[in-house]
């Protein structure tokens, strides 16, 4: 009874281990959109002093998005 009451024990706190690698994964910011990226990446490799990726074309709209209303 005691091994299967260790072993309960210790497959929660695998579980709640697990759950809480998976739950820092990522960064809380917003979203940024391919054009943001590329001017960040843009200024990032300026700044280091290695080749720039060339100037990013400024979208002209944004255009809507079939599942937009469902973000």
Do not use: H, N, W
């Not at 998976?22 to 391919?34: E, H, M, N």
């Amino acid at each position: 009874m005691a091994s299967m009451t260790a072993g309960r024990i210790f497959t929660t706190l695998v579980l709640l281990t697990a759950v809480a690698m998976a739950s820092a994964c990522g960064r809380k910011a917003g979203l940024d959109t391919p054009y943001e990226a590329q001017v960040q990446a843009r200024k990032d490799a300026l700044k280091a002093g290695e080749p720039a990726p060339p100037e990013p074309e400024q979208p002209d709209t944004d255009k809507p998005f079939l599942l937009d209303p469902l973000l």
